[in-house]
């Protein structure tokens, strides 16, 4: 299973960036799709995750402001980010879980500054 992360870049403040999520395998073979998201000197965080059944999981720091969506047949996972702040920036990785297995893309960078 490979998944590709992209859409990161540099933001202001109070901006938004749209990151994709793209996988190798079919969206709906997928136990738990999730995004993370690291900073630096910090441990790997979840952002939010879909469930079977599409039971959505947010992580303190993106109720509110992040919204996740997929495009079954395109393979792929948005994440929505808005109204962003400094301490949103990280490096920000898509997971797939499959029975007892996780796997993981290899991370874009966020950059929220002004």
């Known amino acids: 299973v490979q998944l590709q992360a992209s859409g990161g870049g540099l933001v202001q403040p109070g901006g938004s960036l749209g990151l994709s999520c793209t996988t190798s395998?079919?969206?709906?073979?997928?136990?738990?799709v999730g995004w993370y998201r690291q900073a630096p000197g910090k441990q790997r965080e979840l952002v939010v995750s879909i469930a079977p059944g599409g039971r959505l999981t947010y992580g303190d720091s993106a109720k509110g402001r992040f919204t996740v969506s997929r495009d079954n047949a395109k393979k792929t996972v948005y994440l929505q980010m808005n109204t962003l702040k400094p301490e949103d920036t990280a490096v920000y990785y898509c997971?797939?879980?499959?029975?007892?297995?996780?796997?993981w893309g290899q991370g874009t960078q966020v950059t929220v500054s002004s």
């Open positions: 395998v079919s969206i709906d073979s997928i136990n738990v």
């Open positions: 997971s797939a879980q499959i029975g007892m297995r996780v796997y």
